[in-house]
Structure formats: C-alpha cells, structure tokens
C-alpha cells in the first residue's frame, strides 16, 4: 500500500458515534495510533461493550444519560432529541471530528460547532436510499440539511452509498468511498468441518426489516420439502423490539427447538459463532447467503448466493444444497480489501487529504 505523508504532529481527531460505538467499526482506528491521535466518545446509554479497544476513550454525557432508564426515557427523549451534553469540551483542540450519517443528532451537533471551533468534519455514510427531506422526520430533515452544509469530506462506505450521496445534494469532488475493515486474522477459518447440524446465524437487531423472519419461515418450509436432511439450527443474534414476536412466531412455524436467540455476544467470541456481518463472514470463509437488497451484493461479491429479500422459498431451496467440507476463504483478494489494515489506510489518507486542503 502506498505510504502516507507523516505531519509534523500527530492530528488529533475526535470519532463520534452517539451511543453506536462498537469495536467491530472501530477497529482500524486503533491502527492509526502512530500518525494520529485518535480518540471517540463514549456515552453513559452507549449499546456495545468497547472496554477491549485500545483507543483513548473519552466520556461523554448525552441527554439520554440523564433520564430514566427503560423505556420510559427512550420515549422522553425522543421529544427535544438527544445530544452530548459538552460536546464542545470533547472536541476541544481536534483537527478533525468523524461523526456519521446525514441526519443523526450527533453529526448535526458537529455541523453546527465546526466553525466556530476550526476543525474539519468527516463523515461516514452507510444509508444506501436517498431519503432527501420528503422521508425524513420534522427534526431529522433540518439535521439533514446543516450536515449537507458543513461536511468536508464524505467516507460511503460503499458505491451504492456514494450515489446516494450524490442525489440528496452532496457535491461529488467532496465524496471518497471508504470501505470499513475487519480484523481477518480474527475471522480466519478454523480449518474445521462445519458443525452438524450446520447452524445459519443471522445478526444484526431484531426489528423487523433485517428480515430474521425471513430465515424462520425458510427453515420450517425445508423440514416440510425435505425432511430427509439434516435440519439445520439457527442463531439469532442481537437485541430489538421483535424479539417475543420472533420466539412465538417460531413455535407456529414448528421450529422453536432449532432456533436460539441470543441478546448479545461480545465481539471477541463472535469468531466462534460465525460472524457479524459479510466482511467476517468472507474472512471466516464461510458460504454466505444474502439477499440482494442495498449493498450487500457490492460487498460479498460473487462467491455469495443471492436470493431477493423476502424470499424464504428461495431461501429454504439453497439451504437445502448447503456446501460440506472444511472452511475456507472463497475471495482472498476481497477479503484483503475489507482488512482493518486496509481500512486504517483508507482512513488515514482521507485524513491527510483534510488537514492539507
């Protein structure tokens, strides 16, 4: 990979994530240490564990962090929307702030102090529609517009991503296509047979356009077309509003013996249990099936099988000519564009892109 400048100081950025931190994004951060000085917020309400990060952790109260826990203070915060509470003391001295997505509280909250505060404002764009204003909310709309104003630099993390950009009015010369990375010695293929009976995991949260329920229906109509196979088991993982539905609905169907849910697992044993997302999945070497749905095509490539969002039929008939044999990786060359190596670079020439502009 081709080297970077190195400043003749450390730039100091600041990544905002809300209460999204997570080690599974931030991972390639941690490479930076030698060119940046790289911190992130965290909150008191934050939904992920990052305690394994060697990153300078900076805390970061949030309007959520002083209401009532619960559900009760999920809803009174939606009435003024969250925000930190002394942002400007956490960004205090930062050559760039990082935050993320067009119309989220904390981006806004960047948009409106980077002038006043001279820093400049990267952000990641993982939304592959573009809503505009006629699909967002009252609040979230003037969010939209502020961000759209103030950021020097947009990271799509992927092609779909950077269109979409494009169409809700993001000039194009501002626009770099920054894929994330994954840790692929982490996600290495064990070398061992696939368990029997194999296990489809399906994560990310349970609401309902993930499509988890999807992969209950596939799963009942494979025992009912070919009960002479070996019937696989599912784990769901990942927290949400669907949960109690997704359980009831699995007993309906006549699988709930087959299938766990599990709230959370702490990225560290994720290896042990498949992946997060596709990027793990390819380092992990193991057959992928997705939908075609956003970006996903884009990036599991074409060693993935595809099936149209929705279709469990489809679904149940390639889980039925499910690949045997010991793991390994399918797209070496993909897999080492994904690497958190990889990304740490990505990121480290946006950065010094910025701070020479």
């Known amino acids: 990979m081709r080297a970077v400048r190195q400043p003749s100081r450390r730039l100091r950025v600041v ?36 305690g394994a990060l060697e990153l300078d952790r900076r805390e970061v109260r949030t309007l959520r962090d002083v209401l009532p826990r619960g559900r009760a203070g999920d809803f009174l915060v ?37 002038r006043s505060m001279g820093f400049r404002l990267a952000l990641t764009i993982w939304e592959t529609l573009p809503f505009a204003d006629a699909y967002r909310n009252v609040r979230t ?8 104003d103030s950021v020097d630099l947009f990271l799509p993390t992927t092609e779909r991503a950077a269109a979409a950009l494009e169409l809700e009015g993001a000039p194009a010369d501002r626009i770099r296509v920054c894929p994330p990375g994954i840790d692929i010695d982490r996600f290495a293929p064990a070398g061992m047979p696939p368990a029997s009976p194999p296990v489809i995991l399906s994560a990310g949260r349970l609401v309902w356009e993930k499509g988890h329920q999807d992969l209950l229906r596939a799963l009942a109509l494979l025992a009912r077309r070919h009960p002479q196979l070996v019937q696989p088991r599912a784990l769901i993982v990942g ?23 599990r709230p959370f697992v702490p990225y560290d044993q994720m290896p042990g249990v498949y992946a997060v997302v596709l990027a793990e999945a390819l380092a992990a070497g193991l057959p992928i099936v997705a939908s075609t749905s956003g970006a996903i095509p884009e990036v599991a490539g074409p060693t993935a099988t595809y ?25 070496p060359e993909r897999v080492g564009r994904l690497s958190a190596a990889a990304a740490a670079q990505r990121l480290a020439e946006a950065y010094e892109a910025l701070a020479g502009a």
């Open 15 to 50: 990544v905002l994530r809300g209460h999204q931190a997570n080690p599974w994004e931030l991972r390639p951060w941690e490479l930076l240490g030698d060119r940046f000085e790289v911190s992130y917020a965290h909150s008191g309400a934050n939904w992920f564990d990052t």
């Open 78 to 114: 939606r009435i003024p929307g969250d925000r930190y509470l002394g942002l400007a003391e956490a960004v205090q001295g930062a050559d760039i702030v990082h935050a993320q997505e067009l119309a989220y509280w904390y981006s806004m909250q960047a948009a409106k102090l980077r």
């Open 141 to 148: 709309r003037r969010y939209r517009r502020a961000v759209l």
């Open 239 to 261: 927290s949400g509003e669907e949960e109690a539905r997704l359980r009831r609905y699995a007993g309906e169907l006549g699988v709930g013996d087959r299938v766990e849910l």
């Open 307 to 331: 099936v149209a969002p929705g279709d469990y039929v489809g679904l149940a008939d390639v889980l039925a000519d499910l690949p045997a044999g010991p793991h390994r990786i399918a797209d």
